[in-house]
């Protein structure tokens, strides 16, 4: 297919999305953000329709490029890495072979081959045959072999044959001539046309976060269910820095917020149906004044600029826990089976005492389980803080609308 045009439109990393359009759109604004932060981003690159390459740009200059032939299927991955020239080297390339759409719909290919080149132009070449193995059940983009079973090539090769230029933003003509590779052809001119999507109303905001502590019966879409509220202790503040976190994993830079040293209530709400009971969400209250506006807890580094329609930085969960604490606080891990996850087999919060002047730590279960969670911070009319809430987002009044 010759193009003189390309449809440009922008989202999420794909990863080993099999689709043909973005599964998370972004506006060409927010991308653009992402591109000067050095933040991740993909850009689609698109003839009458049709899906041409999938290009990610990843941090530290990285980019991978996904190519796809006249059926749309995906059929080529090109890794790029910056290069002492000051260009782009096209260091990794792998091509698959399918015997059918069954097959490249379920990733089990007939053929892989994988090229690589070193900085100085050495090439090799890999190729390996699913035989009557079948192919590996991996992503494609993680399969390994016996190298001892895997055909080699080695050549030399002008390391210059495998040069781009790093693109400005936008300037997505660089990538034109890998298209060819699926035979795809560039006309003399490319004119590049951008998807227009609405950048919306930007990242998640608080809404309804006092209903998630309001007792009653309410609607979700598992069907009716009710609120109901625990009080799960005081928690002690020390430090001025209250954490909140998992306490199984390790977190060098905790999403800590200031508040003042003393012993707070710590509340959560629990959300009953018919399918049992989940913590929807877990407050920790400083003042009495009701909440005037609501922000969401940011680590220094996070840019809410760089967030697409209704996303939120949050709280990362990995054992199905999260927790209140210091942030001076430190949780032994050879104890966390017998202090906290044992205990939270039978009960939706426990206490891990401090030690003298130690503080405490407030542990619950996390929702659903694993997940990022947004944590906002209530401020009262003179923009104290109020109360911390980690919302769950089990149901309607998840901070969404």
């Known amino acids: 297919m010759i193009f ?21 759109p972004v506006s060409r604004a927010v991308a653009a953000r992402r591109h000067a932060a050095g933040t991740d981003y993909a850009v689609l690159l698109s003839a009458r329709e049709r899906p041409l390459a999938l290009i990610e740009y990843w941090p530290r200059g990285m980019w991978r490029m996904y190519l796809f032939d006249d059926r749309s299927w995906r059929m080529q991955m090109i890794d790029l890495k910056p290069h002492g020239t000051g260009m782009l080297l096209a260091h990794r390339s792998t091509r698959w072979q399918f015997a059918g759409e069954r097959e490249h719909a379920s990733g089990k290919w007939d053929v892989q081959e994988t090229t690589t080149v070193s900085a100085d132009g050495q090439v090799e070449v890999r190729s390996e045959f699913a035989g009557s193995r079948g192919a590996s059940p991996e992503p494609l983009h993680a399969r390994t072999s016996d190298p001892s079973s895997v055909p080699v090539r080695r050549f030399p090769a002008p390391f210059e044959n495998f040069l781009c230029p790093v693109p400005e933003f936008g300037d997505w003509q660089v990538f034109a001539p890998f298209l060819a590779q699926q035979g795809h052809e560039p006309a003399t001119t490319v004119v590049l046309r951008d998807v227009s999507v609405d950048e919306g109303s ?9 209903r998630l502590f309001s007792p009653g019966a309410c609607d979700t879409p598992e069907g009716p269910a009710v609120v109901d509220t625990v009080d799960a202790g005081l928690l002690r503040i020390t430090s001025g820095q209250l954490a909140v976190s998992d306490p199984g994993c390790i977190d060098r830079t905790p999403r800590a917020i200031a508040v003042p040293p003393g012993e707070f209530p710590v509340t959560l709400s629990l959300l009953r149906t018919t399918h049992g009971t989940g913590v929807a969400a877990a407050r920790v209250t400083f003042q009495d004044s009701p909440p005037r506006e609501w922000d969401l807890a940011l680590r220094p580094d996070e840019d809410l600029g760089l967030l697409g329609e209704g996303q939120f930085y949050g709280v990362g969960v990995d054992t199905g826990t999260a927790a209140f604490m210091d942030a001076t606080r430190t949780v032994i891990d050879d104890r966390l089976d017998e202090d906290v996850f ?6 939706v919060s426990v206490e891990l005492p401090g030690t003298g002047t130690e503080p405490n730590v407030i542990a619950f279960r996390a ?6 969670y947004p944590v906002w911070i209530g401020r009262t009319d003179h923009g104290q803080v109020g109360c911390v ?4 987002q089990l149901h309607s009044a998840d901070g969404g609308e």
């Open 389 to 392: 809430v980690v919302d769950f």
């Open 367 to 372: 929702g659903r389980g694993d997940g990022s």
């Open 4 to 24: 003189d045009s390309l449809e440009v439109s922008y989202g999420e990393l794909w990863g080993s999305e099999q689709g043909m359009t973005h599964p998370d």
């Open 342 to 347: 044992i205990p939270l087999d039978s009960a």
């Open 202 to 210: 930007g990242p998640l905001r608080a809404t309804g976060i006092e």
